[in-house]
């Protein structure tokens, strides 16, 4: 089982909707969660980072967190063309080292 | 301070050649990761630094792969007797001592070993 899976896609929705990026780890004892977006050819961006059960909103990003069922998730309200990028879930692990899914494409289509 | 810088940028080698990349983290992080991605794949951790010290090594890292940050500072990863299978991004990320605030991320020498 890998430690951060995620749906690799691709995910398209129309300019507008919402998108819903979704991931889930194995390491129960992970404590911090973070959402990074990534174009191609470009390096991670850090977007969002989540720690308590429950939500985080910020601007047209909420992270999800629900630690008993080991779940992330990331939801883009408003989704822009320029939003299209592919979205690495990273969980810190038990030995303090921060893992990575695989990533999920978004394609946000005019 | 321009945040984490890597270099170079690109990097084409010949199948056995050794080569090495560079890492200047930002000033205040003494926490250093380098990470390889390949094509449809998420950044996988090969190492990282707490200050000068190497406090860990995944088995991803063979022994021809050797990281150091002698001062603390900038980091050099080198990769001795370059394979096909080397082709991929580097990432160097660094960050503060905490898990809180997550890594930034430098923008990465993509190596092509032909």
């Known amino acids: 089982q890998k430690e951060v899976e995620q749906n690799s896609g691709p995910l398209s929705v129309p300019e507008g909707a919402i998108a819903s990026l979704n991931c889930t780890y194995s390491d129960r004892v992970s404590q911090s969660f973070f959402w990074y977006r990534q174009y191609s050819g470009k390096s991670p961006e850090l977007i969002m980072s989540?720690?308590?059960?429950g939500d985080k909103e910020d601007g047209r990003f909420t992270a999800q967190l629900n630690k008993a069922s080991q779940y992330v998730s990331l939801l883009i309200r408003d989704s822009q063309p320029s939003d299209s990028a592919t979205y690495l879930c990273a969980v810190y692990d038990n030995n303090n080292d921060m893992r990575f899914g695989a990533g999920t494409r978004l394609t946000v289509k005019p | 301070d321009t945040g984490v810088s890597q270099d170079p940028r690109h990097k084409i080698t010949k199948r056995g050649q050794n080569v090495t990349f560079r890492c200047d983290p930002i000033?205040?992080?003494?926490?250093l990761y380098w990470y390889r991605q390949t094509l449809g794949q998420g950044p996988e951790f090969l190492t990282y630094?707490?200050?000068?010290?190497?406090?860990?090594k995944s088995r991803l890292l063979s022994d021809r792969f050797s990281a150091e940050r002698p001062k603390g500072s900038f980091s050099t990863l080198e990769i001795q007797r370059t394979e096909q299978g080397d082709s991929a991004m580097y990432l160097c990320?660094?960050?503060?001592?905490?898990?809180?605030?997550?890594?930034?991320f430098g923008s990465g020498t993509r190596l092509t070993v032909v």
């Open positions: 989540i720690y308590s059960n």
């Open positions: 000033s205040e992080h003494n926490r």
């Open positions: 630094f707490q200050n000068e010290a190497q406090l860990e």
């Open positions: 990320a660094s960050s503060l001592e905490t898990n809180y605030y997550g890594y930034t």
